[in-house]
């Protein structure tokens, strides 16, 4: 099955500067490449995520990056601000058009310090 | 839209009790529902999937006897702890999937605080 792996496992950076999270994936067929953000006792919520066709995506301060060559998958957050801080989790599926489970990366703790 | 609501959120029982965990879609008709099991600060991990009106799928690992998944109707779908001992201690999350967002976007309830004296 697919694994999925993910570092580093906890990252400080200052407000307003860069972070950087990266995941590699194992199952080439895998085409979906979802990010989470989890706060303390809440549920995931999806802030982006990215689809094999495509390279690069971005929303605002968020942008992911995909090479498929290399299986591996990064998640970049630039000019931090402190509600930044929570876990990201990356995750990988295979998109068949229906719904398809997830594997989920081991996590990664972002604290954004003033 | 897509809300997905959970019930209870949180919940202690004695060893040897049953305790059932509600999932519900809200606003849209979740064809099919995820059910994560995820321990202090530590990833997700997928307990079984289920479809409307079929047999849930369980991941390697999970027991299906002790973790009794019911998807009766594409709003809803129950997790049931059966016999439940400390080591089942957890925070348990569903996700469902289906009319609402993208296709393949899953929508997560706020998770079920378990734990097991």
């Known amino acids: 099955g697919e694994n999925v792996e993910q570092h580093p496992s906890t990252l400080s950076v200052q407000e307003g500067d860069s972070a950087v999270i990266k995941c590699t994936y194992s199952?080439?067929?895998?085409?979906?490449f979802p990010w989470y953000k989890q706060e303390l006792g809440k549920r995931p919520q999806l802030i982006i995520d990215i689809r094999s066709n495509v390279g690069e995506k971005k929303d605002q301060r968020i942008a992911v990056t995909l090479n498929k060559t290399a299986k591996h998958f990064s998640l970049h957050i630039t000019e931090t601000q402190p509600e930044d801080s929570a876990v990201y989790f990356c995750a990988a599926s295979i998109d068949t058009g229906t719904a398809s489970k997830l594997t989920f990366g081991t996590g990664t703790r972002l604290q954004v310090t003033l | 839209g897509a809300v997905v609501s959970q019930h209870p959120s949180r919940v202690i029982c004695k060893s040897g009790t049953s305790v059932k965990i509600e999932c519900r879609s809200l606003?849209?008709?979740?064809?099919?529902m995820f059910w994560y099991r995820q321990f202090p600060k530590k990833s997700l991990m997928l307990m079984a999937t289920?479809?409307?009106?079929?047999?849930?799928?369980?991941e390697q690992g999970v027991e299906k006897d002790k973790f009794l998944i019911n998807h009766a109707s594409l709003t809803l779908s129950t997790l049931t702890v059966t016999s439940a001992h400390p080591e089942d201690s957890s925070f348990y999350i569903c996700?469902?999937?289906?009319?609402?967002?993208?296709?393949?976007?899953?929508?997560f309830g706020p998770g079920t605080r378990l734990t097991v004296l």
């Open positions: 199952d080439s067929a895998s085409n979906y």
């Open positions: 606003d849209f008709q979740a064809t099919t």
């Open positions: 996700s469902a999937s289906g009319t609402s967002g993208r296709y393949n976007e899953q929508f």
């Open positions: 289920s479809n409307e009106g079929s047999k849930a799928t369980y």
